[in-house]
């Protein structure tokens, strides 16, 4: 009780107004919009300006020491130098992303659940790289989440989000070129019992190419709203042609639902504004809705884990939005200027020995990778992505 007390204490601290003047964040914007964050998460910048407190903490594989990674300054980047000085000589997983919206809504390493259990201990998901997904944002540098299949985090008690046919919004920046087909890559509101209970029982955004439900056009990947027993890109239940593929380096998704209505929007996050793919009534069988509140990161309601994906922000959102602030929302994530450039640090670079080999897990290759390239027996050094290759 001690711990967490002070952690919200810590919460609330990196919550209070700041005196230098900061442009709004995200979540300043949403809340000037009237439909204020219930959960803010992200690994790369504070999504409030004023917001100090912590955006993710890391857990190193060493001596099972953990951090807390902070912005560089109330409303700004992830101060990625204090991870990289923490995990140098080592590998280090991201075992929380903090809310910042100041409702407790931290996600953690995902329980077993109805469609699997986990490959993790006592059939938990794994927890992801520390290092998997390097970028830079306006030149400085920071890390995504980086979800290979059998990874996902969760929270199936958090406060404040939508239960029911109460209105929200959700949005995420993705990577838009790392995705699969398989189930599923999501993030938002499902189930508080990791089972599939029913239809309409989740609304979170999907990202990703798998077509065993709802297809938008082409070949994807997609945008979709994972609304259990389906994805779907519409009303129809199989496709919506107007749900474009879109596989920009850095996207903005949007799911958004209230009673009886519902919208897709996404965009590029590196440059220019929104498409609305989808505005209008639920689905067949789907009115009303039967949202339960839980937030999933990574994986399907049910914790189906056999997607992949990219995380770099995300909040939820207590009322539906107006596109007008959703406009908004978009243009400050413009101006956080992703980029795939990582040549600043915000502080010092480590180099890492190259002599041991890397156990179960730990990072073993990739561009600008120093450290070991060997891997413990029986695993193999197996590439992830350019930027990051694993121990599996």
């Given at each position: 009780?001690?711990?967490?007390?002070?952690l919200q204490?810590?919460?609330?601290?990196?919550?209070?107004?700041?005196?230098?003047?900061?442009?709004?964040?995200?979540?300043?914007?949403?809340a000037?919009?009237?439909?204020?964050?219930?959960a803010?998460h992200?690994?790369t910048?504070?999504l409030?300006?004023?917001?100090?407190?912590?955006?993710?903490?890391v857990k190193?594989?060493?001596?099972?020491?953990?951090?807390?990674?902070a912005?560089?300054?109330a409303g700004?980047?992830?101060?990625?130098?204090?991870?990289?000085s923490?995990?140098a000589?080592t590998t280090c997983?991201?075992?929380?992303?903090?809310d910042?919206?100041?409702?407790g809504?931290?996600?953690?390493?995902?329980?077993?659940?109805?469609?699997?259990?986990?490959?993790?201990?006592n059939?938990y998901?794994?927890l992801?790289?520390a290092?998997?997904?390097p970028?830079?944002?306006?030149g400085?540098?920071a890390?995504?989440?980086?979800?290979a299949?059998?990874t996902g985090?969760?929270?199936?008690?958090?406060?404040?989000?939508?239960?029911?046919?109460?209105?929200?919004?959700?949005?995420?920046?993705f990577?838009?070129t790392?995705?699969?087909g398989?189930?599923?890559?999501?993030?938002?509101n499902a189930?508080?019992?990791?089972?599939?209970?029913?239809?309409?029982?989740?609304?979170?955004?999907y990202?990703g190419?798998?077509n065993?439900?709802?297809?938008g056009a082409g070949?994807g990947?997609?945008?979709?709203?994972?609304?259990?027993?389906?994805?779907?890109?519409?009303?129809?239940?199989?496709?919506?042609?107007?749900?474009?593929?879109?596989?920009y380096?850095?996207?903005?998704?949007?799911?958004?639902?209230?009673?009886n209505?519902?919208?897709?929007?996404?965009?590029?996050?590196a440059s220019g504004?929104?498409?609305?793919?989808y505005?209008?009534?639920?689905?067949a069988?789907?009115n009303?809705?039967?949202?339960?509140?839980?937030?999933?990161?990574g994986?399907?309601?049910?914790?189906?884990?056999?997607?992949?994906?990219?995380?770099?922000e995300?909040?939820?959102?207590?009322?539906?939005p107006s596109d007008?602030t959703?406009?908004?929302?978009q243009?400050?994530?413009?101006a956080a200027?992703?980029s795939t450039s990582t040549?600043?640090?915000?502080?010092?670079?480590?180099?890492?020995?190259?002599?041991?080999?890397?156990t179960?897990?730990?990072?073993?290759?990739?561009?600008?990778?120093?450290?070991?390239?060997a891997?413990?027996?029986?695993?193999t050094?197996q590439?992830?992505?350019s930027y990051?290759s694993q121990?599996l």
């Amino acid at each position: 009780m001690s711990s967490r007390s002070n952690l919200q204490r810590t919460l609330a601290l990196g919550l209070a107004v700041s005196s230098s003047l900061v442009a709004a964040g995200p979540c300043d914007i949403y809340a000037s919009g009237g439909t204020p964050c219930v959960a803010a998460h992200s690994t790369t910048r504070a999504l409030y300006s004023a917001y100090s407190g912590p955006l993710y903490q890391v857990k190193r594989s060493s001596d099972s020491a953990t951090t807390t990674i902070a912005p560089l300054s109330a409303g700004g980047v992830a101060n990625a130098a204090t991870q990289d000085s923490f995990c140098a000589s080592t590998t280090c997983l991201i075992t929380i992303i903090y809310d910042q919206s100041g409702h407790g809504n931290h996600l953690t390493d995902a329980p077993p659940g109805g469609a699997t259990r986990g490959p993790g201990p006592n059939g938990y998901d794994n927890l992801a790289s520390a290092t998997g997904a390097p970028i830079s944002l306006n030149g400085q540098k920071a890390y995504g989440v980086f979800v290979a299949p059998g990874t996902g985090y969760r929270n199936n008690a958090a406060t404040g989000t939508a239960t029911g046919d109460e209105p929200e919004g959700i949005y995420a920046v993705f990577d838009g070129t790392h995705y699969n087909g398989g189930c599923c890559f999501d993030y938002g509101n499902a189930e508080v019992s990791s089972d599939d209970t029913g239809a309409g029982h989740m609304e979170a955004i999907y990202f990703g190419n798998c077509n065993v439900w709802g297809t938008g056009a082409g070949s994807g990947p997609w945008i979709m709203a994972d609304l259990e027993n389906g994805l779907f890109s519409g009303q129809n239940a199989k496709n919506n042609p107007a749900d474009l593929s879109i596989s920009y380096r850095f996207i903005t998704a949007i799911v958004k639902g209230e009673a009886n209505q519902w919208a897709i929007r996404g965009g590029n996050a590196a440059s220019g504004s929104l498409s609305t793919f989808y505005s209008g009534v639920r689905p067949a069988g789907y009115n009303p809705m039967h949202k339960e509140g839980a937030i999933i990161l990574g994986t399907g309601g049910d914790n189906s884990d056999g997607a992949q994906g990219t995380f770099y922000e995300g909040v939820m959102t207590s009322g539906y939005p107006s596109d007008a602030t959703e406009n908004a929302v978009q243009a400050n994530i413009v101006a956080a200027g992703y980029s795939t450039s990582t040549s600043s640090t915000g502080g010092a670079t480590t180099t890492q020995p190259t002599g041991a080999g890397q156990t179960h897990w730990g990072q073993c290759g990739g561009i600008g990778w120093t450290g070991p390239t060997a891997c413990d027996s029986p695993y193999t050094c197996q590439a992830q992505n350019s930027y990051y290759s694993q121990c599996l």
